[in-house]
């Protein structure tokens, strides 16, 4: 009998193969539609806590002051940090850094980033809709947002505006249009930019493959996994994405080896086995418990702004009754939580970082914290709804809540770094117009900043980039 003619549905975007992911869409009742509307009135909620953040890190006052030497310097820069960090990404995340260093003094330009960020949590939460097929983005969306946390930890986009925004936005972007079947050529250029964009750094790469990682478990979720191997191994996207990988490790290893890196930043070691257990979890998991660090709102409408997201989260938890994900659940919340702790992995198996969580918990909240945060609200909101199904309605009803207070700690959180980050703010806006005016200061740090409030590095040996504290206000 002939079977007909396949579906649309199920074809894919490579020739006449089957549709690689996802096999079967996870049936839901609901839309989420409203669960988007909500998400995005808590971002913009929580962007107006992030508008006066910006040159938090020590690196951020580097790259700044590599910027006002000029593009060529910018250059060196890039091909010293390539070269002694052993870091071929350099090339690309230095220039990124230093334009974002450069140019996050204007207001307008804060406001562009900082929307670019959340714009980045949508993306990753629509991929999660492509890959599952319902409606589950939107709810994912809503924590995502809620729980973006700020602070002054090296945490984009208040520090890094752009190093782990854009590359991760290229990369979610990329695997949507892989997703929805686009056309050849589409399709082509999104897998050369999921390549580039891994390869601007160990963090991008660590996101990329765990993208691709979570894309292929799913697709076993529901299938036999001898057939769903060979399905596999005869799709033309596997390859594709099998090639992208390789050569992206291949390269980043070829230049690290021919450029040994001299930064302990990424060289890998052990401290002790419970720093580095400390460093790992933290790194991985730290920013979803930062908003129970001394949260303190300031004024009635940081009240009220923690009335509004905590009435969004718990509303729309309760609605996610309809939303019946069932096992997989607790698969998507195993894959998730592992996911975050492989991205942590690398940066947590540094002695340098293991040192630095020793003898303070908040700093072990790091840049890999940023990359790891997709996953792990991922997995812990999928944790959290297999979790609320087997509980009775007054236990239900009684976690939602509490999950509801937590969204307010995270404003009240922000609320508390917004207070600080305006200071540091206040400096930045003193020096620019100082840096119109003719003055004779002897110690200009002690004029501009005489609190210390701006982070720099110790004096380095490269004074371009390293300046002493009255070098670089001078």
Partial sequence: MNPGPKTQSM????????????????????????????????????????????????????????????WDAVFDFSYMVAAHQGRIGGFIIVPLNSFGALYSEYAWFRAAVIAF?????????????????????????????????????????????????????????????????????????????TGVSMLSSEYAFLVGSAVLACEYLMFFRDTEFRSGILKVLRASRFWADVVIVVVVFTVYVGWRLAHPSSYEGNQLGIYSASAFLKTWSMHAFGLLGLPLYKPKPSSLTDVFAMLLVGALVTRCLLQADRLRLGRLGWQL??????????IALPASATARNQQVCAAYILDCIFLDSRAAYFFAILGSVSVLLSVLNLLRPRWRVTTIC??????CLSIAHNSRSFSKMSEVDAVWKAAASAACDTLDMAEPSTFLDPKGLVRMHPEGADKRFYPSRDEFWG
């Fill in 402 to 407: 509490v999950v509801g207070v937590l969204s």
């Fill in 11 to 70: 074809r894919s975007p490579f020739r006449s193969e089957p549709f690689l992911y996802p096999l079967q869409p996870v049936p839901t009742p609901i839309t989420g539609h409203h669960w988007w509307l909500a998400g995005a009135v808590i971002s913009l909620v929580q962007a107006l806590y992030f508008l006066p953040g910006y040159r938090l890190s020590g690196d951020d006052v580097m790259f700044f002051s590599a910027a006002l030497h000029g």
């Fill in 117 to 193: 960020d959340f714009g980045t949590l949508a993306l990753f939460a629509a991929w999660v809709n492509a890959l599952l097929r319902n409606s589950f983005g939107g709810l994912l969306f809503i924590f995502l947002a809620a729980f973006h946390a700020l602070d002054f930890m090296h945490l984009s986009p208040s520090a890094f505006p752009l190093q782990n925004t854009l590359p991760f936005a290229l990369i979610f972007g990329a695997r949507l249009l892989i997703l929805a079947k686009a056309r050849a050529p589409l399709r082509a250029g999104a897998h050369l930019l």
């Fill in 333 to 342: 919340g195993i894959v998730g939580l592992t996911l975050a702790l492989f």
